[in-house]
């Protein structure tokens, strides 16, 4: 820089004092500094959406543009150096006239047009988790919601999101709209992905005296990936004790509801056919409990609570009926 770019003209020094007198007014902003170099602003929305906001002088200016640098704690990278690009480019606009307080006002009023930059850096993550050809990720900034399309072969599932305006203090609220599911499974997956956001702003209802101290995370990233991993594996999923697809290929069939193949899913989170469940629980031995051939987990299940030595006896009871039965077979022929 040239001793002369030193030197600010009038238009700047004008500029200058108007920034000084007219950006305090500006609502959420705080102006740091006012000098010949730059103008150095901070921009608070709310405790996790805040940035500083540097517009720096080139030889030339204002029928140069400035050059905005974005910061932020917060805020993800790359959404800072997109909307630092953004604002090059509105810079360009106001070519020969003051840029400071316009590119100020856009800056802040990006914020409030765009909630979701909160969580910029965990869509980029979800998306990459989706691979199919008709997946699909819609942001609504309006509205504050993430929704996604998640396909696995025949079967699909709709999910919306809705960041709310403290996030990530706040956990975000994820509402199934559409699937071609069975019923059970869609009810498991909307229980279990609030649940997961939950966990994610609340302590554990049972602290651990070993645990350590409960951190908040944001909760998008883990909600969105549980739901994309169910819907990826479970139409692929079989059944640990037959081998053969737990659900049907067509979603339109009802056997996963209805008739023998009737699909169970347990504790451990393995689908089973309830035939092949139901002879493996009610075969021995019983004493240490029945457990996942996929997991080696213990099954747990709402139809099999009763206990070992119930299951021994009424096998028992069986086998010798079974062996009645036989005597008198034998005694006929």
């Known amino acids: 820089m040239t001793s002369e770019a030193l030197i600010p003209s009038k238009e700047l020094t004008a500029e200058l004092e108007n920034v000084k007198l007219e950006l305090p007014k500006l609502q959420d902003v705080k102006l740091v500094a006012a000098v010949p170099q730059l103008v150095r602003s901070e921009i608070f929305k709310t405790e996790h959406k805040q940035v500083a906001v540097l517009c720096m002088f080139q030889p030339g200016y204002p029928d140069v543009p400035l050059v905005t640098e974005i910061k932020s704690k917060t805020l993800g990278y790359k959404f800072l150096q997109g909307l630092a690009k953004v604002c090059d480019t509105e810079a360009k606009k106001q070519l020969g006239k003051p840029q400071v307080l316009h590119i100020v006002q856009f800056v802040s009023s990006f914020l409030d047009g765009n909630p979701l930059c909160v969580c910029a850096d965990e869509i980029s993550l979800v998306k990459e988790k989706l691979s199919k050809e008709k997946d699909e990720v819609k942001l609504k900034q309006k ?60 302590p554990p209802l049972k602290k651990k005296p070993k645990d350590p101290p409960f951190v908040p995370k944001p909760s998008l990233r883990p909600v969105a990936e549980y739901v994309i991993d169910c819907v990826q594996k479970y139409p692929l999923e079989t059944c640990p004790l037959c081998n053969e697809r737990a659900l049907p290929v067509d979603p339109t069939n009802e056997s ?45 299940h709402d139809k099999f609570k009763v206990s070992a030595k119930t299951l021994e006896d009424r096998w028992a009871h069986k086998q010798a009926k079974q062996r009645e039965l036989e005597e008198v077979v034998d005694f006929l022929d």
């Open 143 to 202: 509205s504050s919601q993430v929704t996604l399309k998640i396909c696995q072969e025949e079967y699909f599932l709709n999910l919306r999101i809705t960041v709310p305006d403290d996030y990530p203090l706040s956990q975000v609220t994820p509402e199934i709209t559409d699937h071609n599911f069975p019923e059970f499974l869609r009810t498991n997956f909307q229980a279990q992905a609030t649940e997961t956001a939950r966990q994610c702003v609340q």
């Open 256 to 300: 996963a509801t209805k008739g023998k193949h009737r699909v169970e899913k347990i504790y451990c989170g393995h689908l089973f056919h309830l035939i092949c469940l139901t002879k493996y629980m009610k075969k021995p031995p019983f004493s240490e409990g029945k457990f996942c051939p996929a997991c080696g987990k213990q099954i747990f």
